[in-house]
């Protein structure tokens, strides 16, 4: 009898050793590494669009099965004739090659934005994280007020956001954000719902009371999926000992989350204490802080008292400086002109240079002097500086990357500003208005249909926010449906001063089929609006291929300073335009980069 046949497998994989076929693809990944992270860190600097560094990883991947082939082939001297067996198994590594790069190919767009925009079941739902749960992530819960005076819920509130911004200099801690946990004040929900709506393992809550110079704590670590108590503590302290009080209740909860303090390169931790250790200083500047959340007269009028009242009490209060220039460069913007707004931008310029001189290494400064750089002059770049410049102090604060993102988005770099966005919703999930700004990138990228799911987004959490329905008008048009478009304008809320219905039905109109009402739409909206919505009928006249009114519009809106040049280099009416040597000269005229140095994508 002769000899047995040596197995196929047996022979193939000598074929593998005697070929080198393994170090020649432990070599070309090693190579793609090195070149996939040149490519990454080099994008980051220029900012170049998502779509390349994902062009050249599918190259690289379809580069790794033809060196397979080529290794196979080449590998040694006098080996090129290949066997039947072994022409099999190379075809079928071509073919799972071929069937991995058509699945990247094909992937849905929307998996882009899965971890960020969770399905909700009705309108107004809460979302429900399909990425996993970090284990080392809380929530803040407001504080209940326990004084038994319902004015001083704004002390329970500022201690409340005071251990928020305390947990948050700790590197490996995710910490939600005061907008959305403030939602569940006196909330009905059960700890797993706020876990899985907040997207967090942990639960702090308690309450607060102060009694002259008594002030009592009660706090409990809940874990959020079984309602359980990890750690609870009732402190009694004198009043006089409550920033001692704060630290120690910072580092207690840190301990039971078994996480340490790594802050992140440059970062410095923040603190909007007075440098005097002034509890009357301090508790003015809480004060102050609740009365700046909302856009009345009179909020706006009280905030800046107090924020000088806890001033006089600490000249060195830099924390207080920068809220009062805030106060006041908002102010401004919402409520004046002429004059009166030359004068509240100097005091907001004041303010702001005095907080920044007195704590270089306060981020809040540094957003106010941006905020008021974008507000008073649209000084983009400058302002742009000053936000980095609050990030790199003060790396997990999501406003300040929200706000970021709508600057950068400003200058056409509409990738980075969905990149700034998310990461912002990250820790504050149920801020409406980001995802609001989130429909604004994703339209300007192409991705009309994820730009849907974040306007949508944002309904579902502010059902009455004016604009809303607005953006989801402009979706629709988009996407060439100009019934949902005049649906989604009509359901605009109407009224409250701000005329975003008629924006809207102004838009939707002009891609119907009624010229009278398209033309009567327009307008109204001259009529009533066009000292604060000039940048708006700039957009109306571009959906109606009028490009003549269109910039003579723009340079109304310039002339106003309307805020609605912000959305110049993503706005996919506007830039139908962006060839038009107008276009340049208007970027030109108002700061902002030319489409061709700026504009990643935008709406045909």
Known sequence: MGTAPEPIMTTFFARLKQRKLVQWALAYLAGSWVVLQGFDLIGQQFD?????????????????????????????RGAQRLSGAELLILALLLAIGGAFLWRLEHATPTADIAATIAPTAKAGAGTRSAAPIPAKSIAVLPLANESGNPDERYFSDGLSEDLITALSQFGELKVIGRNSSFQFRDSKDNSKTIGEKL??????????????????????????????????????????????????????????????????AGAVAQSDRPPSGNLDAYAAYLHAKSHALTNADADFRNAIDVYDAAIRLDPRYAAAYAGLSAVWSTWAAASFSGAKARHAYAEAAAAATTAV?????????????????????????????????????????????????????ALGRTQQAVQLTRQALATDPLNARWYGWLSNYLLALHRPDEARQAIQKAIGLQPTAASYHEQLAIVEIVRGDARA??????????????????????????????????????????????????????????????????????????????????????????????????FAAFCQKVGLPTPAGSVEHVAG
Do not use: C
């Not at 580069?63 to 590998?75: D, Q």
């Not at 302290?237 to 840190?254: C, G, H, M, S």
């Not at 309307?562 to 038009?580: A, V």
């Open 48 to 76: 170049w669009p998502l779509a390349l560094l994902r062009g050249v990883t599918l190259a690289l991947v379809l580069g790794f099965f033809v060196v397979l082939v080529l290794a196979w082939y080449h590998g040694e």
């Open 199 to 264: 997207g967090v393992a942990h639960l702090l809550e308690g309450s607060v009371r102060r009694a002259g110079n008594t002030v009592r704590v009660s706090v409990e670590l809940v874990n959020a999926a079984d309602g359980s108590a990890l750690w609870s503590q009732r402190y009694d302290r004198p009043y006089k000992d409550l920033f001692a009080l704060q630290d120690e209740i910072t580092n207690a909860v840190a301990a039971a989350l078994k996480t340490k303090l790594l802050p992140a």
């Open 357 to 409: 001189a007195l704590d270089p290494e306060l981020a809040a400064a540094y957003s106010a002097r941006g905020q008021l750089m974008i507000l008073a002059g649209l000084d983009w770049k400058g302002a742009e500086a000053e936000y980095r410049r609050a990030l790199q102090l003060a790396p997990n604060d999501g406003q300040t990357k929200a706000v970021l993102g709508q600057l950068v988005a």
């Open 485 to 582: 478009a005049l649906t989604a304008a009509r359901q605009e809320i109407p009224g409250g001063g701000s005329g975003w219905r008629d924006v809207a039905l102004a838009l939707a109109l002009q891609v119907g089929d009624d010229r009278v009402a398209a033309d009567a739409a327009l307008q109204k909206l001259i009529n009533e609006q066009a000292d604060v919505a000039a940048y708006q009928i700039a957009e109306v006249y571009a959906l109606r291929r009028d490009p003549d009114r269109m910039f003579a519009w723009l340079d109304r809106a310039w002339t106003n300073r309307d805020p609605g040049i912000i959305y110049l280099l993503h706005d996919p009416f506007i830039l139908r335009y962006k060839s038009d040597p107008r």
